[in-house]
């Protein structure tokens, strides 16, 4: 699914009713059924509610709604903010249907004084202030509006977006003049915005409403966001061929676990194994032996000649993916012979946990980093890559952004809504996964599965999109039998081969 951005929503609006026609007035009454349906849905007739309409297009929504639900029997209030004495067209055109319309019980267009309506817990708002044309902060009399809104013990249903909260950047937005939604009715595809932590306050549940905008346009316009879905993934999946032997299904190589932290290379390489690699090789300190034989029987052991530490490059010939970082640990030697490793590895690496601490602490090394490598930080772990970020998601998603450009490699940026950015500036969203996955070891587990899947043949950004899918699907198959409070990172790889199976099904 692209997700576009506010001027490329403008021109899809453009661009439908120029080429299928339609008139912009009833592209706009077609939007105004679907989100009657969607709130008539949820409330009753017996609701009451107060429609707050501002003066461009999203009023012009608001009050072409409001007139629909009055028609079907809602007591309706409206309250129609024209204080410049200009209105778009079609919020005119609505204006003045909403004035006819003889079954609203009351219309007020605000030019100067504004006495606000009692707002109690049994009111319904439909907030149409403003849409995804806002560029800056809400101010003066709109800001006390939301203020005035958000300390109401009313639900709120936002028309696009919530008003105040910007399509995409909202870091220097002011926070408090945005409407805390219950409900966001989004038209035709999510917004970035909504895409982001930060945000998520403020959006509620978001539905998002198929207004019939132009699929011309959606196939032919690039996006720079998209959030992948289950038909982009399946396809995705490599056939097993039915002659084939441990030889063909490639040799994986992970290095990882200090002394004290050898759970984090038994999640990886469990996870490696589970997601279809022939062979699993692990390298790990000695005294992570035992360990290592006894919970993970499958994999070969190569042991670094440190009892605690990881303290010497390998050779990497025979591997088709390296995985490096987990469980590490920092010691100086480890650093040193870390950043030897990525500069010699000629295979696909993906680098994760402490391989990235150690990069943050020696930045230097990051020119050395080669194309096409695989970073999956938190956002802590971004931060410190990248610079300490203090303006929110936005600003963090860009920089993650940035850092892929600069690299020519690959950025899982990790949380809900996984963002991967490309070489080539562009980002795709996972929509898998849960919050029961944010327990100690399930990014252990991510690196694990995207080394198997480069080992099994998939190229870097089919192994990330892919694997990011696997990781998100096995937590939501997870939860339905431990809930989010009991997930562990084991749990993911126990799952994985019921994701898999699904996707093949």
């Not at 938190?378 to 936005?394: A, F, I, M, Q, V």
């Not at 070891?441 to 899918?469: P, W």
């Amino acid at each position: 699914m692209k997700i576009f951005t506010g001027a490329q929503i403008r021109e899809q609006d453009k661009y439908t009713m120029e080429h299928e026609p339609i008139r912009g007035i009833d592209l706009m009454e077609r939007a105004a059924k679907a989100i009657t349906f969607a709130i008539c849905s949820e409330w009753t007739r017996q609701t009451p509610v107060i429609v707050f309409a501002g003066p461009g297009n999203n009023g012009g929504d608001a009050l072409a709604v409001a007139r629909q639900m009055a028609e079907q029997g809602y007591k309706v209030c409206v309250y129609l903010f024209n204080i410049h004495d200009r209105l778009s067209e079609d919020c005119e055109i609505n204006r003045q249907r909403l004035i006819d319309n003889k079954k609203i019980s009351v219309f007020k267009e605000i030019k100067v004084d504004f006495d606000p309506p009692k707002l109690d817990a049994s009111t319904l708002v439909v907030d149409g202030l403003s849409g995804s044309g806002l560029n800056k902060p809400l101010a003066g009399g709109f800001a006390s509006l939301v203020k005035y809104i958000n300390q109401s013990p009313s639900k709120v249903v936002s028309i696009d977006l919530p008003s105040g909260l910007m399509t995409e950047d909202n870091t220097y937005n002011i926070r408090a003049n945005i409407i805390r939604a219950d409900l966001t009715l989004t038209l035709q595809q999510k917004k970035l915005a909504m895409l982001l932590a930060d945000n998520q306050a403020y959006i509620g549940k978001v539905k998002v409403l198929d207004i019939r905008l132009s699929e011309d346009f959606t196939k032919k316009t690039d996006a720079p966001y998209y959030i992948q879905e289950e038909d982009d993934i399946r396809p995705m999946l490599m056939p097993r061929d039915d002659f084939a032997h441990k030889g063909t299904m490639g040799s994986a190589l992970i290095i990882a676990g200090s002394y004290g932290m050898s759970g984090a290379s038994v999640l990886a390489t469990r996870a490696c194994l589970r997601s279809g690699a022939g062979k699993a090789t692990v390298h790990t300190p000695k005294k992570n032996y035992g360990i290592m034989q006894i919970t993970v029987p499958e994999a070969v052991m190569q042991m670094d000649r440190e009892e605690t530490y990881f303290s010497e490059p390998v050779d990497t010939d025979d591997f088709d993916a390296l995985a490096i970082g987990p469980g590490l640990g920092h010691h100086e030697n480890t650093a040193i012979a870390m950043i030897a490793q990525l500069r010699r590895t000629q295979c696909p690496i993906v680098a994760d946990a402490d391989a990235l601490n150690i990069l943050s602490n020696h930045r230097a090394w990051m020119q050395q980093l080669p194309k096409g490598i695989i970073l999956t930080p938190h956002p802590k772990e971004l931060d410190r890559l990248s610079g300490n970020t203090s303006n929110g998601c936005y600003e963090r998603l860009m920089k993650a952004r940035d850092l892929a450009e600069h690299l020519q490699g690959y950025i899982i940026l990790k949380g809900h809504f996984s963002a991967l950015c490309l070489p080539d500036g562009k980002i795709i969203f996972n929509p898998t996964g849960n919050s029961g996955m944010a327990t100690a070891g399930s990014g252990d587990v991510l690196t694990g599965i995207i080394c198997g899947l480069l080992a099994r043949g998939h190229k870097q950004k089919e192994a990330c999109q892919l694997g990011m899918y696997l990781h998100g699907m096995a937590g939501d198959l997870a939860i339905k039998e431990t809930g989010k409070e009991s997930l562990i990172a084991s749990d993911l790889i126990d799952y994985l081969p019921q994701a898999f199976k699904r996707l093949n099904d």
